[in-house]
C-alpha cells in the first residue's frame, strides 16, 4: 500500500531534550516536506526537499533541522525543543514536487514540549 | 498579514443546500492553488486544484479563481453530513516546493 509512515504517533518530551520524528515513504517520490498545524493558524511549511541532498527552508524553519540521505526518508530533527514546538506536525510527499501532484500526508504526530 | 486567508468558520449548511468557501492571498505571483479537505484528527486530502482563471468542476465540488483579486472559492453542492469537515485552502507561491495554507473553514452539514 501506498503511503507515508510517520513515527511515533504522539511524543511528550521535556525542554532540551533532542528527539526526532521520523517519516518514510515507499512511493518512490523526489519530493518531501514537513507541516505544523496549529489552531488558527493552520498548517506551515517548515521545511521541504525537492530531492535527495537538496532541503530548503519553509515558512518557519527556526528551531527545526532535516536530513535527507537517502529518497524514502526525511527525519525532522528538534536539538532543543521548547514549548512553543508543540504542535501537531505532517509529512508529505509528492512525485517531483509539481504543481498538478496530490500531495500525500503521513497521519501525523502530536508533540507536547512540557 | 498571512498570506493566505479564510474564514474560520464554523460554516453552517443545511443538508442539500450549497456551501461557499472563500479564499484569498497576497502574493501576485502565485500559480497554483488548491483545496484539501481535513476531518477531525485526520491528515488533509486534496479535493481539487485549480491553475487558471474561472471554474473547474468535479463532481459535486466547483473551484473558481480570480487572479486579479486575488482570490479562489470552493463550492460544495448538495452538501451532505459526510462533509463536515475542515477545508484548507493552499497556495503555491512563485517558487516551487512551497506550499502555503490557509487556517481552514470548518463546515458543518446539518441534517
Given at each position: 500500500e501506498a503511503q507515508v509512515t510517520q513515527n511515533p504517533r504522539y511524543l511528550i518530551t521535556v525542554t532540551g531534550k533532542k528527539l526526532t520524528v521520523t517519516c518514510s515513504q515507499n512511493m518512490n517520490?523526489?519530493?518531501?516536506s514537513w507541516y505544523r498545524q496549529d489552531p488558527?493558524?493552520?498548517?506551515?511549511?517548515?521545511?521541504y526537499s525537492m530531492n535527495v541532498e537538496v532541503t530548503d527552508k519553509g515558512d518557519v524553519p527556526e528551531g527545526y533541522k532535516v536530513s535527507r540521505k537517502e529518497k524514502r526518508n526525511f527525519p525532522l530533527i528538534l536539538e532543543s525543543p521548547s514549548p512553543n514546538q508543540t504542535s501537531l506536525?505532517?509529512?508529505?510527499s509528492s512525485s517531483t514536487g509539481?504543481?498538478?501532484?496530490k500531495l500525500f500526508f503521513g497521519s501525523g504526530t502530536q508533540l507536547s514540549v512540557l | 498579514q498571512k498570506e493566505v486567508e479564510q474564514n474560520s468558520g464554523p460554516l453552517s449548511v443545511p443538508e442539500g443546500a450549497i456551501a461557499s468557501l472563500n479564499?484569498?492571498?497576497s502574493d501576485r505571483g502565485s500559480q497554483s492553488f488548491f483545496w484539501y479537505r481535513q476531518?477531525?484528527?485526520k491528515s488533509p486530502e486534496l479535493i481539487m486544484f485549480i491553475y487558471s482563471n474561472g471554474d473547474k468542476e468535479d463532481g459535486r465540488f466547483t473551484a473558481q479563481l480570480n487572479k486579479a483579486s486575488q482570490y479562489v472559492s470552493l463550492l460544495i453542492r448538495d452538501s451532505q453530513p459526510?462533509?463536515?469537515?475542515?477545508?484548507?485552502?493552499?497556495?503555491?507561491?512563485d517558487s516551487w516546493g512551497k506550499l502555503q495554507f490557509g487556517a481552514g473553514t470548518q463546515v458543518?452539514?446539518?441534517p
Open positions: 517520490h523526489e519530493y518531501m488558527g493558524l493552520g498548517l506551515r511549511q517548515i521545511y506536525y505532517f509529512c508529505a509539481a504543481p498538478n501532484e | 479564499c484569498t492571498y476531518y477531525s484528527g459526510s462533509d463536515s469537515a475542515t477545508y484548507l485552502c493552499a497556495v503555491i507561491p458543518v452539514v446539518t
